[in-house]
């Protein structure tokens, strides 16, 4: 499926004559020890488009999260000056300058100078309705002071009714007019993620950042969104800055007028063409090398597309015999609150997911951010409960066993974020497994506190637990190859091969429909 | 009769504080102990500015409103950094520092109303004159029953107009997502200054009305033990709408009459009445969180 | 001197109360208004044991007893079962102070409304390098000392402890591991209900009880854990120890009735400068991210 996008309305050479609205200088950001962003300086033009691209825990959401005030960073300077007026913020902050309420750094004072956002999590407001949810985006209303609204005078009543009236239009204008009273949490994600950018683009904002807003939508989903940044950007003159997983470029290249990329805090500026480039020659495809390795000359790979952009592979290694059924998922619906993740909604009744591994088999699921990855896994884990199906373990059912028991039972979680101890040494951690040693490469951190470790070794340990052979295990790894470098994933794919009675199934963040080959770019 | 009025007048009481406390339990989403605090401070200010000043019914109600207004800082001000838990440790601090002041504010041989003597200590205030509207003297229980109705009216009826408007929508888009509503460019500092000052400003008027009808007050309407019947009234009958209010009073109303009837010793009646709304807290937050008419979910 | 050292004493009592709640509140991050209650309940107990004439052992043990069962029991018929439904912790705060609610009423209708003294008679005096002290102080400060070097090491030292610790900080992934998590929930009420018992005990000698004090107390246990640090174990113990020497400095050189201001302005300087108490570490609350 290909996506044709119009240009942006200003070439690149003219954007760079336009004027710089944001300005970064030096933006650094730690969190309990570890450098998330090293001095990151860059500037923001009118009218561009921009794509902040970097995988999962490269920084790039902090910086969001710093540019919209909800954040301050340890030091640097910000220069903004989207809404006429140029305000300087220089961090670490005086303390003298924290005393003046007027003059704190935070998003709502960011918004007044013309800095807009959505969230990943969309966050509508859920007890206004959807026409509401717009209506109290619009700035300098009068009717928000509590003393004028309660005499209720005619111009505040005019201000209200010609507010509603607009923000109903806006609804129209997405298709949801009939939905005006229906509650936030009752609308589709792509109608509500279109809801959430109205929203954004009322308050006033001339740049607006937008925290992966394609994540967990599928083909017509995407489009819609697409179609309406990109009236943004035609008719209002709205800045865009789009954060986005790696996997979702290739849509936004044809359209966007520079590339930000954030690699472990280092941050670098490109041109799409030269990103596009990178892209295609970067097609060197190591997962599925590695998985065309793993299968060896005489094993099979069978790949499963599942709805929502989704590849379920299983990967049987060579000189194995499909064995005996480990893991049995039948019929699995999940929600989260009223919303379905896991389960196919799009037919009536509801069909739940299913799929089986088998002894000594790998199997991949490759799925976009969104897609509810580690909510599948969460559930089968016994970390959230499920709406519909079942579980077996061997055999016995295990969809009323508590997490623990599952554990003990041969199941085994690494979760894909918040999966050590922080405040105890790393012998102790290893102590509550009964480990007593690590791989040499890891053995000199023993006796440190696993606060102080970087991001790469946190997550070497919390693998190393993972993969313990006291028992034979189903291993369920989610993302598992996050924080790491080249080297080490390499090296832990060439560790990851069940045992006697075992099986792995790995999630891995991409989009094989958004690539359109089957292929994945993975780094 | 008289008896029907006596609580009807109560009922009245406890629909403006809970009016008052739904703000903010269920539109800033903060749990909180102090209201007892401010509900003694409207009846103190009411009955300093009758007894001393001799000041009317409205303007002595004023004073009190607006003084409870200004000292609802102390809750604001902390609920710019602190939600939760430690929210209501706070307020409990502010409650236990208004009953300390209240308490001890007084010297045994100092004049009542002179800057010595403020409170009386615990002897309290008693003789406190029946409102005077205008001229108008309320003094029999008919007339006050209908004084106390028509200002629980004004109240609901403000309170409806308030949160109605697109004051009330910012508040309640704060209360659904603070972080959103920031973003947006909503200044949630000043709302929250505002709407506990709102709310404040109400119980304090119903401290103002329970001050005139019983023409006496004391340390003890200024108890922990009222700060959490408040509580319980507001939670057991719902917060986030109208309905959980009214519900609420309702039953803070209803259940001494229910133990009445349940023939229940007087001695025992005020530890029985406290240990049924113990038990309704318990069940409820396992079978209706929500409350009995509210639509909003404490967080 | 004589006033930092009572104010030393107080605030170890403090100090045990307030570490009482953060056993409970760090792990499970339930809001343990009952634990109040079961500071309130321990000398009734302690009371109606000695006037029926046993030896002080059995005291000390029908106390602990009741203590620990009662915080146990808050946990096994009423947290667990909201934790199942994933309750939010206003909601758990609100079923605990409903329990708080229950216990004090229960207390009331029992023993009745007057305040109360362990003890009969002026205390024994001892005289300790100069300063004075009375009986009820002093074992104040050996059990205080005792129970504290005890649950430290333990903590540190031992297995469960170690489970203990790691619970604290990632229950998730406790569970992910194998290891029950209803248990050691369980475990942290019990441990919360001791220090509550030696607490409230050690607290009505020296000074007397009655039903209302209970919520009040925990006040100042909950402000001793955030001046201390909220995020660890050792937090409440130099936040009680700091808050009883500044309360006996305010008693002694202003009045007593400051002493409530008192602990008001120290909560607000630090909520404000410091949120994260002394033990914390420095980063201001920021907006979640």
């Avoid at chain 1, 007019?177 to 006033?204: C, E, F, H, P, W």
């Avoid at chain 3, 309360?247 to 009735?257: C, D, Q, T």
Wanted: net charge neutral.
């Amino acid at each position: 499926m290909s996506l044709i996008l119009a240009q942006a309305c200003l070439p690149v050479s003219e954007a760079a004559d336009s004027p710089v609205i944001l300005r970064s200088q030096g933006i650094s950001k730690a969190f309990g020890g570890q450098k998330v962003l090293d001095g990151i300086s860059l500037q923001l033009r009118r009218g561009e488009v921009v794509l902040l691209r970097g995988d999962n825990g490269s920084g790039k959401t902090t910086l969001l999260n710093i540019l919209s005030g909800n954040i301050e960073p340890d030091a640097g300077t910000i220069n903004l000056s989207a809404n006429g007026s140029t305000e300087i913020f220089a961090f670490p902050r005086p303390w003298w300058k924290q005393l003046n309420p007027f003059d704190h750094f935070t998003p709502e004072r960011l918004a007044r100078e013309g800095v807009g956002r959505t969230w990943q999590d969309i966050r509508l407001f859920s007890t206004l309705n959807l026409r509401d949810n717009i209506a109290v985006a619009s700035p300098d209303q009068l009717g928000e002071n509590p003393l004028l609204a309660l005499f209720k005078n005619s111009a505040i009543r005019k201000q209200e009714t010609s507010n509603l009236t607009e923000s109903q239009e806006m609804l129209e204008d997405l298709g949801l007019g009939t939905r005006v009273t229906a509650s936030a949490d009752r609308v589709s994600l792509g109608q509500s993620k279109r809801v959430a950018i109205s929203r954004a683009a009322r308050a006033g904002a001339r740049i607006l950042f937008l925290d992966e807003p394609l994540a967990g939508l599928d083909g017509a989903g995407i489009k819609q969104v697409l179609n309406m940044l990109e009236a943004l950007v035609r008719d209002e003159n709205v800045t865009l800055v789009i954060v986005e997983h790696v996997f979702n470029i290739p849509l936004l290249l044809n359209w966007a007028t520079t590339v930000w990329t954030l690699k472990r805090g280092h941050f670098s500026v490109q041109l799409p063409a030269e990103v596009q480039e990178e892209v295609k020659a970067d097609g060197v495809n190591n997962l599925r090398s590695w998985m065309l390795e793993l299968a060896g000359s005489d094993g099979q790979i069978i790949d499963r597309p599942l709805a929502g952009g989704a590849t379920f592979s299983t990967v049987i290694p060579s000189g194995r015999q499909p064995g005996k059924v480990l893991l049995e998922v039948s019929r699995l619906m999940v929600h989260r609150g009223s919303r379905l993740i896991i389960g196919d909604g799009s037919n009536h009744p509801t069909e739940g997911m299913s799929f089986t591994l088998r002894e000594g088999e790998v199997c991949v699921l490759q799925a976009p951010n969104g897609w509810g990855k580690s909510t599948l896994l969460d559930a089968i884990v016994g970390l959230l409960p499920i709406s519909n199906g079942e579980i077996r373990l061997r055999g016995q059912p295990i969809q009323s066993l508590s997490a623990w028991d599952r554990a003990n039972l041969g199941l085994t979680f690494l979760q894909s974020r918040n999966n050590t101890f922080s405040n105890l040494t790393v012998e102790e951690s290893l102590r509550l497994t009964e480990q007593v040693s690590l791989p040499e490469s890891l053995s000199p951190l023993l006796t440190r506190k696993i606060s102080d470790l970087s991001g790469g070794q946190k997550q070497k340990l919390a693998i190393y637990t993972a993969l313990r052979s006291d028992q034979s295990r189903i291993r369920l790894l989610d993302e598992p190859f996050s924080m790491l470098d080249r080297a080490s994933i390499q090296q832990l794919q060439s560790t990851l091969r069940p045992g006697t009675g075992e099986a792995i199934l790995i999630s891995i963040p991409g989009n094989p429909e958004i690539q359109g080959d089957g292929k994945s770019e993975y780094e | 009769m008289n008896y029907l009025l006596h609580l009807l007048i109560y009922l009245n009481i406890y629909v403006i504080v809970a009016l008052g406390l739904n703000i903010i339990v269920g539109y800033c989403g903060r749990l909180s102990l102090a209201q007892a605090g401010y509900f003694a401070i409207g009846s103190y200010a009411y009955a300093l500015a009758s007894v001393k000043l001799h000041w009317g019914f409205l303007p002595a109600v004023a004073l009190g409103a607006g003084l409870a207004a200004l000292l609802s800082l102390a809750i604001s001000l902390p609920s710019w950094r602190l939600k939760g838990d430690f929210f209501v440790m706070v307020s409990l601090a502010v409650q236990v520092v208004i009953l300390s002041a209240i308490y001890n504010w007084y010297r045994p041989d100092a004049q009542l109303g002179t800057w010595l003597n403020l409170t009386n200590g615990p002897a309290g205030i008693s003789g406190i004159p029946r409102p005077d509207i205008f001229g108008i003297k309320f003094d029999t229980i008919g007339s006050l029953a209908m004084l106390a109705t028509v200002t629980a009216g004004i109240c609901l009826t403000l309170g409806a107009l308030l949160l109605r408007s697109p004051w009330g929508r910012v508040l309640q888009a704060m209360r659904d997502d603070e972080l959103a509503a920031r973003g947006l460019g909503k200044d949630v500092r000043l709302l929250k200054l505002q709407a506990f000052a709102i709310a404040c400003a109400l119980i304090a008027v119903g401290g103002a009305i329970y001050g005139a009808y019983v023409n006496f007050t004391d340390p003890s309407i200024a108890s922990l033990d009222q700060s959490v019947l408040m509580l319980c009234m507001v939670i057991i009958g719902g917060m986030g709408n109208f309905r959980g209010p009214l519900a609420g009073a309702l039953t803070l109303l209803a259940l001494p009459e229910l133990l009445r009837f349940l023939n229940i010793p007087i001695a025992l009646a005020a530890e029985v009445r406290l240990m049924a709304y113990g038990l309704l807290l318990v069940l409820m937050m396992h079978f209706r969180p929500q409350g009995l008419l509210g639509s909003y979910r404490i967080e | 001197m004589q006033v930092a050292v009572n104010g030393l004493i107080t605030g170890l009592t403090i100090a045990v109360l307030a570490l009482g709640f953060t056993v409970t509140y760090l792990p499970t991050r339930v809001f343990h208004v009952a634990l109040g209650g079961v500071f309130t309940i321990v000398p009734f107990v302690a009371w109606a044991c000695l006037s029926i004439g046993c030896p002080w052992y059995l005291v000390v043990a029908a106390a602990a007893v009741t203590g620990v069962s009662l915080s146990f029991a808050c946990e096994a018929f009423n947290h667990r079962y909201l934790e199942r439904k994933a309750a939010s912790a206003g909601v758990h705060l609100v079923s605990s102070l409903g329990l708080y609610i229950i216990i004090v009423q229960i207390i009331t209708l029992i023993w009745g409304n007057q305040p109360k003294v362990l003890r009969v008679g002026v205390d024994t005096i001892f005289n300790v390098g100069g300063l004075v002290l009375t009986r009820a102080q002093v074992l104040a400060v050996v059990s205080s000392t005792i129970l504290l070097i005890a649950f430290y090491a333990w903590l540190r030292l031992s297995n469960l402890g170690l489970q203990f610790r790691a619970m604290s900080d990632n229950p998730t992934e406790m569970s992910l591991r194998g290891y029950s998590v209803v248990r050691l929930r369980l475990l942290s009420f019990s441990i919360s209900g001791l220090l509550a018992t030696v607490s409230g005990l050690v607290f009505a000698l020296d000074i007397g009880f009655d039903s209302r004090g209970g919520l009040t107390m925990l006040l100042l246990a909950v402000v001793a854990m955030i001046i201390g640090g909220r995020q660890s174990f050792w937090g409440p113990l130099i936040g009680g120890v700091l808050l009883g020497v500044a309360r006996a400095e305010v008693a002694w050189f202003l009045s007593a009735s400051w002493q409530e201001a008192a602990t008001f302005i120290l909560l607000a300087i630090f909520l404000l400068i410091r949120p994260n108490g002394i033990m914390g570490q420095k980063y201001r609350l920021e907006a979640e991210a």
